[in-house]
């Protein structure tokens, strides 16, 4: 289930950037544009089902909508496996970053079914459960990888990096450009892509990270029990 995590991440990465070939809706500032503005642009704009320009964009929004799907399912399958990983950590803190990280995917899942040009309010809140939730899970898992001698401490750092990076573009969010303007919309664009872009690679690799701290654990208890 930690491979399908991984895979997961990998999977929303490369459809979104192929879906940015393939919109055509425009953006709030030029209707008519017929490419997907990188700079100026929201993801959440990919998962539209009518662009800016008034056309309908079934096909792009729901591809999209399948990739971040599978990212958030992903990240429930992780987070539940992960936490037969560390068998030795505080129950309440293991526990507590499983149901966590369940409800960071849950609102992976809720942005992807709820395009925001048709459930705005309900989408950004999806997308705010998302950021706290997962920016929690982070912190718990820290403390968990910080705790376990026999996991790579890097990870652990990794785990506080993405839990701070999270939470200041939380504010970023609240407190930044207003995005109803243009050069507050290219900003506030350009930092989401930075920070989720950011957030996933560093994602897989703690996902690697825990496949290889899992194979270490296999083959220790094969050694113990003989088992060939």
């Known amino acids: 289930m930690?491979?399908?995590?991984?895979?997961?991440?990998?999977?929303?990465?490369?459809?979104?950037?192929?879906?940015?070939?393939?919109?055509?809706?425009?953006?709030?500032?030029?209707l008519n544009r017929s490419t997907y503005n990188f700079f100026g642009s929201f993801l959440s704009d990919l998962g539209r089902m009518h662009g800016f320009s008034g056309v309908t964009s079934y096909t792009t929004g729901i591809i999209y909508g399948i990739g971040l799907g599978f990212m958030g399912i992903g990240t429930i399958l992780f987070f539940w496996a992960h936490q037969y990983l560390v068998p030795k950590t505080i129950a309440i803190v293991k526990h507590g970053a499983t149901i966590v990280g369940i409800i960071t995917g849950i609102g992976y899942i809720g942005i992807a079914c709820t395009p925001w040009d048709i459930?705005?309010?309900?989408?950004?809140?999806?997308?705010?459960?998302?950021?706290?939730?997962?920016?929690?899970?982070?912190?718990?898992?820290?403390?968990?990888?910080?705790?376990?001698?026999?996991?790579p401490t890097i990870f652990g750092y990794?785990?506080?990096?993405?839990?701070?990076?999270?939470?200041?573009?939380?504010?970023?969010?609240?407190y930044g450009p207003d995005s109803r303007e243009p050069a507050g919309r290219i900003v506030q664009a350009t930092a989401q892509k930075i920070v989720i872009y950011t957030q996933s690679a560093l994602?897989?690799?703690?996902?690697?990270?825990?496949?290889?701290?899992?194979?270490?654990?296999?083959?220790?208890?094969?050694?113990?029990t003989g088992i060939s």
Request: aromatic residues 18%; proline residues 1%.
């Open 203 to 224: 994602t897989i690799y703690c996902a690697y990270g825990a496949v290889q701290v899992s194979n270490k654990r296999k083959e220790k208890l094969i050694g113990q």
């Open 119 to 151: 459930v705005p309010k309900t989408h950004l809140f999806f997308v705010f459960t998302g950021f706290i939730s997962f920016s929690i899970c982070c912190l718990l898992m820290f403390i968990i990888v910080i705790k376990d001698s026999s996991y």
């Open 2 to 30: 930690i491979q399908i995590g991984m895979l997961s991440v990998v999977g929303y990465i490369t459809i979104s950037i192929l879906v940015m070939f393939f919109y055509h809706g425009g953006d709030m500032f030029d």
């Open 158 to 174: 990794i785990y506080l990096f993405l839990c701070l990076w999270n939470l200041t573009y939380v504010l970023f969010m609240i």
